[in-house]
């Protein structure tokens, strides 16, 4: 995954310095506030700057992120949220669907 957040940074700002500064300060911002938040925490290892994730991991997780927000709670979570709660009884289902 880190290289695909490299061609983001890459694509998106597009001068090769520029793209470089911004993807170290996302490195180093991720490796400063991995303590802070567990999504920055999971974010790092996907990154692999941490003890780190197969990407049959990253692909179960995103799959069970989409399972979770359009078929079993049918909304979506913002990306400013911090924090987000899903009903017990909810998330039961959606692991019964999965690996039942």
Excluded at 36 to 55: A, D, H, M, V, W
């Amino acid at each position: 995954m880190v290289e695909w957040v490299y061609d983001y940074m890459q694509q998106r700002y597009g001068l090769k310095k520029v793209a470089d500064k911004k993807f170290n300060q996302v490195i180093c911002s991720t490796l400063k506030n991995s303590d802070r938040s567990p999504r920055i925490r999971l974010f790092g290892r996907f990154l692999e700057l941490f003890e780190n994730l197969s990407s049959k991991d990253f692909k179960l997780y995103v799959e069970m992120q989409e399972s979770v927000f359009k078929m079993v709670l049918n909304f979506q979570i913002q990306e400013t949220d911090e924090q987000s709660f899903v009903p017990i009884n909810r998330a039961i289902d959606l692991f019964r669907l999965q690996f039942a």
